[in-house]
Structure formats: structure tokens, C-alpha cells
């Protein structure tokens, strides 16, 4: 499904001409290094930027004791904070329990989005510490096993195992187990059968469609949700790139490559993607009334069904490993300034923040076309 990421709708010129800058996300990457090599990965995968310098992105890990201090800086300013935790493979993150406790001992909620494939030794404070956390299976065993690796549909399924084992015995409602399959060419016909492969291999458990409409509607161990593949094309990038030059004076890093995707329309036969997507919706009771029409999301990038603006610029902050810290979640390019030399207050109000929010008041970017926050909605902050 195009679910909440992708339904139709949108936030108006209107709205973010009257939106104040209130922080309520954080998103941050401790660590970019991960233990996969995913075929559609903007960072690892085959046009992802970071394959290129990996020794580089395995020696930049956030130093803990600076973040700490800039997350006290972050509470200080919020009643409520939601906090992302994503990389790479976050677990991997060699402080990674100790940012989570801290946290929490902040009271910020706790996202976590994870390839499940370190979970095993850390069921127990899983359990204790994450909201949500949101695993990514990417179709049926050989369909996922293709992209992600031989053996890791089996080693995420016996570590989801776990959790929902552990779940039931402590009656616990958290974390949300919510699994994720990006419709890519490599997968997209195997999307009929995902939810029956994943009944098939969790037999006990309740296993359901994310429907963004009743997210909480039905009981559930297991949620799936659809997510639509984020992408630009070598045009829009270079257009993009040129843009952040000419009016925000900045020069982009590779990260746009990572996204580019030339031959969506010869590789990949959404009429079988559509049809299949209408069926299952059918049989699962879902409805699609507000879902964006998936052919002309992959074969039309200028059609961005009325998602007019971005207000993630005005409710979120990105952190990478190297503590440079970016209003996007995806392009790394326009900086704020770094958590090692400046206080929160200083990066969310500063003139290159207020600059970016003026900007996006009135444009997009030519890459936003096919980004989740440009389809969020005021909700998700
Ligand atoms: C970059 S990963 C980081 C977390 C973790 N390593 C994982 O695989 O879930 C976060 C999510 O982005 C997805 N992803 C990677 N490249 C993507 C792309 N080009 N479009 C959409 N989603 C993508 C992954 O499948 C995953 O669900
Ligand atoms: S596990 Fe996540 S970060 Fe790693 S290559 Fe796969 S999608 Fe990318």
C-alpha cells in the first residue's frame, strides 16, 4: 500500500506561511555503517554513496559524551519529543544502548528503524525501551534473500520471534512491531503474496495490513506496511544540485546519486504492481479512497498529487555521524552547522536555518518529488 506516506492530500502554501519553528522529531544517524548490502539501498545499495568510502563510514561514529550533551540541550527546549534512531544499521552504533537509556531517561519516545538482523541479545531492552520500531523484510524469503542477503528472511523472522514471544509474556502492547517492504524492481511482484508468506511463517500470530486510516483498528503481533520507493532521476538531481547552488548557496554532496533510478518505467510493469495492490487491499478490508494512484508515483515524477510542501524543516532536525546537522532526512546538503561547536538553539534559529525555512516557504527542491516527508502528513510530527 501507499499508505499515510503517500495518500493524497496536502499541506498548503497557506499552512507553512503560519507554522512557527517547534522542534518535535529528531532524526539521527549515530553511525551510517551497516551489515548489509541492500540492492535498492540509497546508501549501500547499488548507486548508494557510501560503498565508495567505507572505511570512512566506519570510522565516523558519533562520540556519545557530545551527543548526550546536545540531547540534554534538545529536552530542555520540547515538552515532547520523538526521536528516530536510523543509520545504516543503528544496532550497530557502538554506544547504541547507552543513547537509547539516555534518552529515555529523557522521556523522548523511541523510533527504531532496524534490517532486524541484530536483534537477538537485545530483546530484553527492546522490550524496555522502543515505542516502535519498524523491521525491514522486503517480500517473500527469496524475494527479501535477494536483495538483503542469503539466510536473513530466517535470521530477522526468529529474532521477530523473540519479540513477540517476549511481548506476550509480559502483556506488553510496546514496541509496535511494524514491518516494512519497499516496492522496488526487484520485489514488486512478489507483493501479492507477502502477507500470506508472512502468515505462513508466523502460524500464531496476528499478522495485519497497516491501514493509515485506523492505524489502531485492529489487534495485532505484527503490522505490514508498503512503502514506495523513494527515487529522483539524473535530470531532477542535476537541476537540484544547481538550484542549492543558485539560491541557498550550497554545494550537495553524492547523496542524490544514491536515488536515481533511470529505468523505473521499462523495469518495473505496474499495471501487475496495481492490479495486485487493488487485490490485496480488497481481501484485507483496507480502503483506499485517500491512496495515490502507484502508476503514476513511479512513471511521473512531477506528479506529486497536490503534496504541495515540506514542514519538515519546521518540526524536525537531522543529525549524521559526523554531528553535522541538516533539515533533510535523506540529502545531507543543506547544513544547519555541527552538534560538536553549536547549542540546539543556535542551529534551529540560526540565520542558515531561518534561510532554508524562507526558501521552502515558497519552493520545493527537485529532489522532494518522491520523498516521504513531502507526502506526511501534519500528523506525522
Ligand atoms: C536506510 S534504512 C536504515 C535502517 C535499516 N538499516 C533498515 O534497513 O531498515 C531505512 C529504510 O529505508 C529503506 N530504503 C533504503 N533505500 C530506499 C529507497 N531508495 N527508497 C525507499 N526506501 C529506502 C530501507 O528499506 C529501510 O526500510
Ligand atoms: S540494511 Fe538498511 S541501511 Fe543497510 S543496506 Fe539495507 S536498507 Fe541500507
Known sequence: MLTKAASVGGLSVEHIQQLSPEIKQLTLFPSEMCNYRCSFCHIWGETGWALKEPQRVIREQLDINVLKSFLDDVTANTKKLGVIITGGEPMLYKHFTELVEHLRSKKANIYLLTNGSLIKNKVQFIMENIVAMNISIDGPEEFHDSIRGKGSFKTICENIDSLIAEKRKRNKMFPFINITMVLSKYNYRSAKDFMAALRERFKDANV??????????????????????????????????????????????????????????????????????????????????????????????????????????????????????????????????????????????????????????????????????????????
Open 208 to 381: 495485519v495490513l497497516h491501514d493509515s486510516k485506523n492505524p489502531w483498528m485492529k489487534r495485532r503481533d505484527l503490522s505490514v506496511n508498503f512503502a514506495p520507493l523513494l527515487f529522483t532521476t539524473q535530470e531532477r538531481g542535476l537541476a537540484y544540485a544547481a538550484q542549492m547552488k543558485e539560491h541557498l548557496d550550497c554545494d550537495v554532496s553524492p547523496a542524490w546519486q544514491g536515488f536515481v533510478e533511470e529505468s523505473l518505467s521499462t523495469d518495473f510493469d505496474t499495471d501487475i504492481l496495481k492490479q495486485d495492490l487493488q487485490d490485496l487491499w480488497q481481501a484485507e478490508g483496507i480502503d483506499t479512497s485517500s491512496f495515490v494512484d502507484i502508476q503514476q508515483y513511479y512513471a511521473d515524477i512531477d506528479n506529486v498529487f497536490g503534496r504541495t510542501k515540506c514542514v519538515a524543516p519546521w518540526h524536525e532536525m537531522v543529525i549524521r555521524r559526523t554531528g553535522d546537522v541538516y533539515p533533510c532526512v535523506d540529502f545531507p546538503d543543506y547544513k544547519y552547522g555541527n552538534i560538536y561547536e553549536q547549542s540546539f538553539k543556535e542551529l534551529w534559529e540560526g540565520d542558515r536555518a531561518v534561510k532554508f525555512r524562507d526558501y521552502m516557504k515558497t519552493s520545493n527542491l527537485m529532489v522532494c518529488n518522491r520523498c516521504t516527508r513531502l507526502f506526511a502528513d501534519k500528523e506525522s510530527f
